[in-house]
T-cell receptor
Framework: GENVEQHPSTLSVQEGDSAVIKCTYS??????FPWYKQELGKGPQLIID?????GEKKDQRIAVTLNKTAKHFSLHITETQPEDSAVYFC??????????FGRGTSLIVHP | DAGVIQSPRHEVTEMGQEVTLRCKPI?????LFWYRQTMMRGLELLIY????????DSGMPEDRFSAKMPNASFSTLKIQPSEPRDSAVYFC?????????????FGDGTRLSIL
């Protein structure tokens, strides 16, 4: 089955800095890679996703990059704001019906 | 638009009792997922339905757990008998994707505490 590793588990940055979260996956058949943001007391919410026919995707301050050869993908948040503080999850799907999630990264943005 | 609706939001009960968690997926979505989230194990997929049919229940921890989806707008996750180690946040998610290769929409979860 698919195995997704996510790093770091905790990331602390100053407001305005950039934040990068990295994930690796094991199943070369995976072709869909979503990122979710989970705020306290809420369920994970999709913030951006990328498919394997695309190398990079941007949405305002958020971008995701994918390297299929190396089997890794990353989330980049620029100009971080306190409201970006949350737990972020990566996931990989496509090799089977079952999406596999990383363990999560707790992002703390200090004002 | 109404998102995924889960009930109850919080449940506290004594071990040995039966617990039933409920989920209403987004209308038009044909896939439904049940997850369990704990600090130790992260987000674990328990079971996945497509068109109301269970596709993979390999994540269900043991026979004490069962899930049903009698129609496209309702699903339940039942634990009987409950144990303290079942304490966790349980999430339901739905998707329009038949293969899991599409965005999942999560409810806000049920926080379950078994005393």
């Amino acid at each position: 089955g698919e195995n997704v590793e996510q790093h770091p588990s905790t990331l602390s940055v100053q407001e305005g800095d950039s934040a990068v979260i990295k994930c690796t996956y094991s199943d070369s058949a995976s072709n869909y890679f979503p990122w979710y943001k989970q705020e306290l007391g809420k369920g994970p919410q999709l913030i951006i996703d990328i498919r394997s026919n695309v190398g990079e995707k941007k949405d305002q301050r958020i971008a995701v990059t994918l390297n299929k050869t190396a089997k890794h993908f990353s989330l980049h948040i620029t100009e971080t704001q306190p409201e970006d503080s949350a737990v972020y999850f990566c996931a990989a799907a496509g090799g089977s019906y079952i999406p596999t999630f990383g363990r999560g990264t707790s992002l703390i943005v200090h004002p | 638009d109404a998102g995924v609706i889960q009930s109850p939001r919080h449940e506290v009960t004594e071990m040995g009792q039966e617990v039933t968690l409920r989920c209403k997926p987004i209308s038009g979505h044909n896939s439904l997922f049940w997850y369990r989230q704990t600090m130790m194990r992260g987000l674990e997929l328990l079971i996945y339905f497509n068109n109301n049919v269970p596709i993979d229940d390999s994540g269900m921890p043991e026979d004490r757990f069962s899930a049903k989806m009698p129609n496209a707008s309702f699903s339940t996750l039942k634990i009987q008998p409950s144990e303290p180690r079942d304490s966790a946040v349980y999430f339901c998610a739905s998707s329009f994707s038949a293969t899991g290769e599409g965005p999942q929409h999560f409810g806000d979860g049920t926080r379950l505490s078994i005393l």
